[in-house]
């Protein structure tokens, strides 16, 4: 077996540390978006704007996955 060198693992750790950050993202967007269904007036719009957020932070998060290639971990 092929062992990584000291780059490769940092960038398998990160690529690691923004998947989970992905995943948990996405689990409080689903989280906000079910309560918002429970709230009304500017509590449900306040929320509204959180979950925009979560989705926003989950896009970026995605974004900077995407530039990771199995080449480069390698």
């Known amino acids: 077996a092929e062992v990584?060198?000291?780059?490769?693992?940092?960038?398998?750790d990160?690529?690691?540390l923004l998947a989970y950050a992905c995943e948990s993202?996405?689990?409080a967007n689903v989280m906000a978006t079910d309560?918002?269904?429970h709230l009304e007036g500017t509590s449900r719009n306040a929320l509204l704007g959180i979950a925009q957020?979560?989705?926003l932070s989950e896009l970026t998060v995605n974004r900077a996955?995407?530039?990771?290639?199995?080449?480069a971990i390698k």
């Open 65 to 71: 996955l995407d530039r990771f290639e199995p080449s």
């Open 14 to 16: 990160t690529e690691t």
């Open 25 to 27: 993202l996405a689990s």
């Open 35 to 37: 309560l918002v269904d």
């Open 4 to 12: 990584m060198g000291d780059h490769a693992k940092a960038l398998a």
């Open 53 to 55: 957020v979560i989705m």
